[in-house]
């Protein structure tokens, strides 16, 4: 399904095949697991390949939610590792997202957290300052209180704890990503943080 997005823009960018070797190494695969995986991965390149029944299928016999969170997130960061989100992948995610059951909150955090990890897409970034991608990050509007501000974020971060994951049955080879994330949450808590601190100091 990676494959299936990296090439959904027309052409399969060298930047794209450099982070799906990047996600193969995270994931701590053995050798015979790597071939599998490149081998996938240009399988969902082809024309025929049912993007749609094959992540049915995904979700009919994986289904974690944490799972599909950090699938979404890595559908994510093929698609903006070129620097620009196209039309074509914009739509493969939105699909997959209503198929797994991930809700427009939750797909503008990842979005977000993948936007300041490639800083990528023009017109988006013009859009959004650092403060305001932070709130993108914890799924919260700019006139969330202080407490619900903390509150989210301790939700996210227990969500994405390894142990608490290790339990809910995600992969130990997922666990290196969500640690990634738990770093984002927090970047994305105390940015928000800083910059209320900041405006109060400037009235008094």
Same mark, same amino acid.
């Given at each position: 399904?990676?494959?299936? #997005?990296?090439?959904?823009? =027309?052409?399969?960018? *060298?930047?794209?095949?450099?982070?799906?070797?990047?996600?193969?190494?995270?994931?701590?695969?053995? *050798?015979?697991?790597?071939?599998?995986?490149?081998?996938?991965?240009?399988? =969902?390149?082809? !024309? %025929?390949? %049912?993007?749609?029944?094959? /992540?049915? %299928?995904?979700?009919?016999?994986?289904?974690?939610?944490?799972?599909? /969170?950090?699938?979404?997130? /890595?559908?994510?960061?093929?698609?903006?590792?070129? =620097?620009?989100?196209?039309?074509?992948?914009?739509?493969?995610?939105?699909?997959? !997202?209503?198929?797994?059951?991930? %809700?427009?909150?939750? /797909?503008?955090?990842?979005?977000?957290?993948?936007?300041?990890?490639?800083?990528? +897409?023009? *017109?988006? *970034?013009?859009?959004?300052?650092?403060?305001?991608?932070?709130?993108?990050?914890?799924?919260?509007?700019?006139?969330?209180?202080?407490?619900?501000?903390?509150?989210?974020?301790?939700?996210?971060? !227990?969500? +994405?704890?390894?142990?608490?994951?290790?339990?809910? =049955?995600?992969?130990? +080879?997922?666990?290196?990503?969500?640690?990634?994330?738990?770093?984002?949450?927090?970047? @994305?808590?105390?940015? #928000?943080?800083?910059?209320?601190? !900041?405006?109060?100091?400037?009235? @008094?």
């Amino acid at each position: 399904m990676l494959g299936h #997005i990296a090439k959904a823009d =027309g052409v399969v960018s *060298q930047t794209e095949i450099e982070i799906t070797e990047s996600i193969i190494k995270r994931m701590n695969m053995d *050798q015979q697991s790597r071939l599998i995986a490149i081998e996938q991965f240009g399988v =969902g390149k082809q !024309s %025929n390949f %049912n993007f749609r029944n094959t /992540l049915i %299928n995904f979700r009919q016999n994986c289904y974690n939610r944490n799972l599909f /969170l950090n699938f979404i997130d /890595l559908l994510f960061q093929i698609a903006y590792s070129d =620097g620009e989100l196209h039309e074509n992948e914009t739509r493969i995610i939105i699909e997959a !997202s209503k198929i797994l059951g991930i %809700n427009e909150f939750e /797909l503008n955090s990842i979005a977000a957290m993948n936007r300041i990890r490639y800083g990528s +897409n023009q *017109q988006l *970034q013009n859009k959004n300052t650092p403060v305001e991608a932070a709130y993108n990050v914890l799924g919260l509007r700019p006139e969330a209180s202080d407490s619900e501000v903390k509150r989210k974020y301790k939700k996210l971060i !227990s969500e +994405n704890h390894p142990d608490k994951l290790v339990s809910q =049955g995600v992969p130990e +080879n997922m666990i290196e990503m969500a640690t990634e994330k738990t770093k984002e949450i927090t970047w @994305a808590y105390d940015a #928000i943080m800083n910059h209320r601190k !900041s405006n109060q100091k400037k009235s @008094a």
